[in-house]
């Protein structure tokens, strides 16, 4: 379970950051999903940001859970 959680957030993370960086260079084709989502078009900063905060609230809670090798 902590595998998972720690991989979901590395990936909303890389998605987020990536997101930003994508738009604040000019918004061109890109593999980083917000930019398909049409619901979502005119808020893809913002979009990206509440996937950084929800990748590392993730990431902080996958840092508690008890793994094996704990």
Same mark, same amino acid.
């Given at each position: 379970? +902590?595998?998972?959680? &720690? %991989? =979901? /957030? ?5 998605? @987020?950051? @990536? !997101?930003?960086?994508?738009? $604040?260079? @000019? !918004? @061109?084709? &890109?593999?980083?999903? =917000?930019? #398909? ?5 005119? #808020?893809? *900063?913002?979009? /990206?940001?509440?996937?950084? *905060? $929800? %990748?590392?609230? *993730?990431? =902080?809670? &996958?840092? +508690?859970? +008890? %793994? +094996?090798?704990?």
């Amino acid at each position: 379970m +902590k595998e998972i959680a &720690s %991989g =979901v /957030s590395l990936l909303l993370l890389i998605q @987020g950051v @990536g !997101g930003i960086i994508n738009r $604040l260079a @000019g !918004g @061109g084709p &890109s593999w980083f999903l =917000v930019n #398909y989502i049409e619901a979502l078009q005119g #808020y893809e *900063i913002i979009a /990206s940001m509440v996937l950084v *905060i $929800l %990748g590392a609230i *993730i990431g =902080v809670g &996958s840092l +508690k859970i +008890k %793994g +094996k090798d704990d």
